[in-house]
């Protein structure tokens, strides 16, 4: 080699080292630049975060300076100014006691007061809303104003709110929690000495999803209570929506530099404060002279979720970089020599015989005979142990003359022993055949073995059915002796025997229901039947059970009254009830409703729904609709739930040709979903209702509750009407309530636990809505009652009253002002002026009793009862009444 050509290959055997070092440094570089790149843009976040909230803390500041201007100005001035001679025309209503409900025109604001007060609190009241009309006539969060007086130490509440409805409906409980925890608050502000202004931390308003802080304000008055003005002031419109507002919150800042910073200096950036608490990350920014800080916790995976998308392109390259500067390393640092190539053939070598050591094991571990046989040499190349044990034995040559006569395969006996040959031929080489030997002997042997014990299998699964159908049997009868016995002894403690007898044979009968189910030796009975007559025999059954857990039950059953459908009833009833009892056994508070529908799909589709309000199925109670008694379940103090009512229920749900399906989520309730295909039968058209031309007035506060109630009484042709929609002298046959205060003449009371029909007055029934027979029974059985109350008007003693009325001279009269009394007080009552209502009743129950009519007297009197009770529905339904008793006279 000459010179040149050496200095050129030593200069060349320089290059990788060089390239390497370049790499390395690359790679270096790229990873710094990209921490640099990580930092900057979470400073950059950081940065951007601490802005927004110094600028939530002065819109914050400036809202408290806002309301503390406000403060004063309505206790200075608004409070404090003279009552007027408008203050005699305004009105309150007394909502329950203690809690009075200011009447107003204009209906931005509304305003409750708590506690005994006079006129001067009231006309104060009026002010005070009507000024924060005006201020809060554009705003869309709500707000709130609590006044604690100190003259009379009533409470008066300002809101934009619906108070009226909030105290009256679902959320009174609510309401009363807030304003007593504001009082004790107000209280307390009171009586601290070196308090003046105290501000509460951030709160949530749970069915607006509003978050507000309270600002309380005393005021000290010689000779008085101290007076305690508090504001909650929202801060919803203040927050950026990208911003969760529950991540806030409001605290003490114990740093002095709050208290002594001016109250219009604005906060700079600054002033802001950024801590690491374990995996959260605390921005705080404090309030100008108000002793508080707004702080804003944030996960640290947000504040990474947000730099990763920031910066995610550029990253992206830089990682890319980095890949390729590592292949560039790695290829250059490791390059292949000679030495690689010495290295691969010894393990070509090594590699061969690893595969030919394979090749034997696998041949010697086969259950069957290998042989391989060169024909050219007459040698054997390859055997295992059954081929060379049968060798000996064995002329190749004859085997393989008969093998190529019979498509390569021989049966031969060896030793009284039968062996079929295979023989192929080598691909490879020509004259190479590969024979396979297989002991026929020891299959039919092992196929021998294999269908006895199928036989044995099927005889033990047979064996059990058998057995458990006749244990059954044995239990069934002793258990039912010992329930009927145990009912018969009149000790209360026979009645929990009994009971638990009475569980021992529905077992019984559930387990004999599985082993045939199980069997598919059941037989269903297919009839025609009304699902609401099922329903009807199933709600008296689990009716003990859920009364017994102060539970409530409610059917809503979608199908027309007079649906029928064919199938098996029988099934069906057991599926239902058994999944309700289940219901029932895992919830401990709320209610349980039933759903009954057909698909729209497919008209002979039924769906029912149970859903309960309960802790949840678990999942391991739901592998019980796989296999029964799979796994544990709930139970109650009153026993454990049945871990063979999924298995069970959904086998019926497929014989109904259907199946059954549980979905459970954990402290919110479990949804059970039962299909099931039963063939709807036609429905006769224009059939006449039950209740056709009957108006019925429905009084239900629960809308569940009204649209069962509705839908039973529309079925059967009724009309309905609630108090919302009747007219002011439209009339009604019946009237239905849920509310035992407001059935004060004849009607029905809806109950969700009653048994049946029960009579608990003259003309009044209480009833259980979930049980369209009882409810059918009950309506008519008032119905006739009433025809038979009309018959009595309109006896030969209402002539004698009217010719009473004839005979005592003031007929005349009677007719010039009577009527006019009634027509008034259809006008009165719709106007709602209560106080000139019970002066008409009071006159025309004085005229009642001048002329001894004293039917109209007695109705006069629960008028005026009414009246002082402020029953709307009530008093519209006497005043009809006496309009009708008027026009008998007449």
């Known amino acids: 080699m000459s010179q040149s050509e050496t200095t050129a290959t030593g200069k060349f055997s320089l290059l990788p080292g060089s390239i390497t070092r370049f790499f390395l440094l690359l790679i270096i570089v790229l990873l710094v630049t990209m921490g640099v790149m990580v930092q900057s843009a979470v400073n950059t976040w950081l940065k951007d975060r601490s802005y927004q909230i110094v600028d939530i803390t002065h819109a914050v500041h400036k809202r408290i300076d806002t309301w503390r201007y406000a403060t004063w100005l309505i206790y200075d001035n608004i409070a404090a100014a003279p009552g007027s001679a408008s203050g005699e025309n305004l009105q309150e209503t007394r909502l329950k006691q203690d809690v009075y409900y200011l009447e107003k025109t204009r209906r931005k604001t509304e305003a409750l007061i708590f506690g005994s007060h006079d006129s001067a609190t009231l006309e104060m009241t009026q002010r005070m809303s009507t000024y924060l009309d005006t201020l809060w006539g554009a705003e869309t ?26 105290s009256s409906g679902f959320k009174e409980s609510t309401i009363g929690s807030i304003v007593d925890s504001r009082r004790a608050e107000m209280l307390q502000q009171a009586n601290a000495l070196d308090e003046r202004e105290s501000f509460s931390s951030l709160r949530r308003l749970a069915w607006q999803n509003g978050h507000y802080f309270t600002l309380r304000t005393t005021f000290n008055q010689p000779g008085h209570l101290a007076t305690v003005v508090a504001f909650d002031l929202p801060i919803n419109d203040l927050i950026p929506p990208d911003m969760p507002l529950d991540s806030f919150r409001l605290e003490p800042d114990n740093s002095a530099q709050n208290m002594r910073a001016p109250a219009d200096k604005k906060e700079s950036p600054e002033s802001a404060s950024i801590t690491f608490n374990g995996s959260k990350i605390e921005i705080a920014s404090p309030l100008n002279s108000t002793g508080m800080r707004l702080v804003w916790q944030v996960p640290f995976g947000t504040l990474l979720l947000d730099t990763l998308q920031n910066i995610l392109l550029p990253l992206l390259l830089n990682i890319g970089l980095l890949a390729l500067a590592l292949f560039g390393y790695s290829t250059f640092r490791f390059q292949p020599g000679r030495q690689s190539e010495s290295l691969s053939s010894s393990g070509s070598s090594n590699e061969l015989r690893v595969l030919r050591a394979l090749n034997e094991e696998i041949v010697s571990i086969l259950p069957l005979g290998l042989l391989v046989h060169d024909q050219e040499a007459n040698r054997t190349i390859m055997s295992n142990k059954i081929a060379d044990h049968l060798l000996p034995h064995l002329n190749l040559q004859n085997i393989t003359a008969m093998a190529d006569q019979h498509q390569g395969v021989i049966q031969a006996t060896i030793n009284n022993e039968l062996y079929e040959i295979r023989q192929f031929r080598s691909q490879v080489a020509s004259r190479t055949q590969i024979f396979i030997i297989r002991d026929q002997d020891r299959e039919v042997l092992v196929n021998k073995k294999l269908k006895q014990a199928q036989r044995l299998y099927e005889k033990n699964q047979q064996g059990r059915a058998v057995f458990m159908q006749n244990i059954s049997d044995a239990f069934k009868r002793p258990l039912k002796e010992l329930a009927s016995q145990a009912a018969s002894i009149s000790a209360p403690e026979s009645q929990q025997i009994a009971s638990q007898a009475d569980n021992l044979v529905r077992m019984v009968d559930e387990i004999q229901l599985a082993n045939m189910l199980e069997n598919d030796t059941w037989k269903g009975n297919a009839t025609l039947f009304s699902i609401q007559d099922l329903i009807n025999e199933v709600v008296p059954e689990v009716l003990p059970v859920i009364k017994r857990k102060g539970l409530q039950l409610l059917i809503n ?26 219901s029932v056994t895992t919830t401990q508070i709320g209610k349980i409703t039933l759903e009954v529908s057909s698909d729209e799909s497919a008209e002979d589709r039924l769906t029912f729904r149970i859903l309960d309000t309960g802790e949840g199925v678990t999942l391991s109670e739901v592998d019980n609709l796989h296999f029964p008694f799979l796994n544990d379940t709930q139970s109650d103090r009153y026993g454990k739930a049945n871990a063979l009512t999924f298995w069970l229920c959904d086998q019926l749900a497929r014989k109904l040709g259907g199946h059954l399906n549980i979905k459970a989520r954990e402290s919110l309730g479990t949804r059970y979903s039962l299909h099931v295909k039963m063939a709807a039968t036609p429905q006769e058209e224009d059939e006449e209702g039950l209740l056709d031309d009957v108006v019925i007035m429905v009084d239900v506060t629960s809308s569940e509750i009204r ?7 529309e079925n059967w042709g009724a009309s309905c009407i609630t108090p919302d929609e009747r007219l002011t002298s439209q009339e009604y046959d019946l009237f239905l309530t849920d509310n035992p205060s407001n059935l004060t003449a004849s009607g029905l009371l809806l109950s969700d636990d009653e048994s049946g029909v029960r009579t608990i007055g003259p003309g009044q029934m209480r009833v259980n809505f979930n049980m369209s027979n009882a409810m059918q029974e009950a309506v008519l059985q008032l119905i006739e009652e009433q025809l038979a109350q009309e018959e009595i008007l309109e006896s030969p003693l209402g002539g004698d009253e009217n010719a009473e009325l004839h005979a005592s001279g003031y007929y005349s009269l009677f007719v010039d002002t009577v009527p006019d009394d009634v027509k008034r007080l259809y006008t009165e009552s719709a106007a709602k002026d209560f106080a000139a209502l019970a002066q008409t009743a009071h006159r025309l129950k004085g005229v009642f009793a001048m002329l001894n009519l004293v039917p109209g007297k007695q109705l006069c009197e629960t008028l005026e009862h009414l009246i002082r009770e402020k029953d709307a529905s009530g008093t519209e339904k006497y005043i009809s009444d006496i309009d009708t008793y008027v026009k008998s006279l007449l």
């Open 141 to 166: 969060v709500p707000w709130s104003m609590y006044y604690l007086n100190g003259q009379d130490n009533s409470m008066i509440l300002i809101s934009t709110l619906p108070l009226k409805d909030l």
């Open 707 to 713: 649209n069962i109630v509705v839908r039973q009484l």
């Open 557 to 582: 059953n979608h199908l027309p009254a007079n649906d029928k459908r064919h199938g098996d009833r029988d099934a069906l009833r057991r599926i239902v009830l058994m999944l309700i009892q289940y």
